[in-house]
């Protein structure tokens, strides 16, 4: 499978946007999907995840509350939800999948990566 992220850019503090992330291939509900992110000169972090049939979703701490993650398996996109953004929510957003059986929050838990998407927060 081959990811493609979009729907990153600009937003004030205390705004939204919408993160989608297209799964080429017939075998998008083999994987479990997450979000990371990678802010400059920091390490890339876990944000989101979610199982293959959306039974289970698990999130940062620090976006707890604020972000949502879902996927449609029809559509073969995960999506990421995020509210109440905050500066500090400026970073390179990745949707990564997984095979692996259980969910992972680890990058190492993921082999398959999409490009990334910009996202920045004015303050």
């Known amino acids: 499978v081959q990811l493609q992220a979009s729907g990153g850019g600009l937003v004030q503090a205390g705004g939204s946007q919408r993160l989608s992330c297209a799964a080429s291939?017939?075998?998008?509900?083999?994987?479990?999907m997450g979000w990371f992110r990678q802010a400059p000169g920091k390490e890339r972090e876990f944000v989101a995840a979610?199982?293959?049939?959306?039974?289970?979703?698990y999130y940062a701490d620090s976006v707890k509350g604020r972000f949502t993650i879902s996927r449609d398996n029809a559509k073969n996109t995960v999506y990421l939800q995020m509210n109440s953004l905050k500066p500090e929510d400026t970073a390179v957003y990745y949707c990564a999948a997984s095979a692996n059986p259980f969910v992972s929050f680890t990058t190492t838990g993921y082999a398959i990566w999409g490009q990334g998407t910009q996202v920045t927060v004015s303050s």
């Open positions: 979610i199982s293959r049939y959306s039974s289970s979703t």
């Open positions: 291939g017939p075998t998008f509900n083999s994987y479990n």
